[in-house]
Nanobody, 126 residues
Framework: QVQLVESGGGLVQAGGSLILSCAAS????????MGWFRQAPGNEREFVGG????????IYADSVKGRFTVSRDNAKNAVYLQMNGLKPEDTAVYYC???????????????????WGQGTQVTVSS
């Protein structure tokens, strides 16, 4: 059974930084792309960023490009989201997710992801 557990959320001032972590278990971690999504109150869950199985290819939403960085450590079965230059509009619950298929590159569509963590709250104060 695939399990994903996020950690690292919290309250930060605008302009600050946070690192989110996602620990994965239940299957061969390095065989699957990983993605990060977020959901603010009243909004749909949206794609933030993702990376390929080996971590060599990354993609980002335009809203976070240049500020957020996704990385992974396959030896530790973990994926990370480094968030710099945080803005109040980044406030949301952040989720890591992984597809059931062995895509080489991370998909952007939420429907392509089969497994989700429970989420971690990030709040950015102005």
């Amino acid at each position: 059974q695939v399990q994903l557990v996020e950690s690292g959320g919290g309250l930060v001032q605008a302009g600050g930084s946070l690192i989110l972590s996602c620990a994965a278990s239940g299957r061969t971690f390095s065989s699957y792309a990983m993605g990060w999504f977020r959901q603010a109150p009243g909004n749909e869950r949206e794609f933030v960023g993702g990376l390929s199985r080996g971590g060599e290819a990354t993609i980002y939403a335009d809203s976070v490009k240049g500020r957020f960085t996704v990385s992974r450590d396959n030896a530790k079965n973990a994926v990370y989201l480094q968030m710099n230059g945080l803005k109040p509009e980044d406030t949301a619950v952040y989720y890591c997710a992984t597809p059931s298929n062995t895509y080489r590159f991370p998909p952007r569509r939420r429907s392509e992801y089969a497994y989700w963590g429970q989420g971690t709250q990030v709040t950015v104060s102005s």
